[in-house]
């Protein structure tokens, strides 16, 4: 049995305008994950991204903390999330960091764990899919990612304040998980635990009567500087505090 924690994360959206989250984060790598066996970002570690070619201090510090963990030992693996799906294999490459396709399932002690950032499980928001797809098309990211910096950083910014305010529209239904679609993919991929993040909702379910039996654990986001950190250890897999 692992004797290491391992821990998993998600959701911290950093960026330069909360520094509160940058030293959380920071406190985070510094205290918790340099002891650990290995560390998982489940998605949307920054608020905003818009290409490799980001100088901003939040990109540099969280890059410099995450290889400071790759030279201690520590794996860091990274799965995109619908904020910084942008991040390339350049910045993953800087930070020492392995890619982690979603959803992938990774074993810890043999036990099956589904990892996902969530908003693929989404199906609910019908016109989130089809903008989700169209923005994962490879020719349209080389495309967006050849125009100047200045030019993405302003459509990136006009992006989000258009899916805020289409967020404030939405039903909570819509803007949650489609327990069908967890079901499903809990059978396709043959296992009993699924963590997610995406929906800031953070709460371990438990579901006693599905066939068989599985547990639904949705990361928190990081907010007002506070930590929202899952870690596997013994066996179990809880919610812990920095
Ligand atoms: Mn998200």
């Not at 679609?181 to 579901?207: A, C, E, M, N």
Request: with cysteine; net charge neutral.
């Amino acid at each position: 049995m692992l004797t290491k924690p391992i821990y998993i994360i998600s959701d911290l959206h950093l960026g330069d305008g909360h520094p509160e989250l940058l030293e959380a984060f920071e406190r985070f790598i510094d205290i918790k994950a340099r002891n650990a066996h290995a560390l998982y970002i489940l998605g949307d570690l920054f608020e905003a991204w818009v290409g490799d070619d980001d100088e901003s201090l939040t990109a540099k510090r969280v890059c410099e903390r995450l290889k400071s963990l790759a030279e201690l030992g520590v794996p860091v693996f990274y799965m995109h999330g619908n904020r910084d799906f942008l991040v390339g294999k350049s910045y993953i490459k800087q930070a020492c960091m392995h890619s982690l396709p979603d959803p992938s399932v990774v074993t810890f002690d043999g036990h099956d764990i589904l990892m996902s950032h969530g908003d693929l499980l989404c199906t609910h928001d019908i016109p989130y899919q089809r903008y989700r797809w169209l923005v994962h098309r490879s020719w349209l990211q080389a495309l967006f990612l050849a125009l100047p910096r200045s030019f993405r950083d302003k459509l990136g910014n006009k992006i989000r304040m258009k899916s805020q305010e289409q967020g404030s529209k939405k039903t909570m239904n819509l803007m949650d998980v489609d327990e069908e679609t967890v079901t499903k993919w809990l059978k396709q991929y043959q296992v009993y635990t699924i963590v997610h993040g995406h929906t800031h909702k953070p709460f371990k379910h438990f579901y006693p009567m599905s066939h068989p039996p599985f547990t639904r654990f949705v990361l928190g986001a990081w907010e007002n500087g506070q930590a929202r950190i899952l870690c596997y250890q013994r066996g179990e897999l809880a919610f812990v505090d920095l």
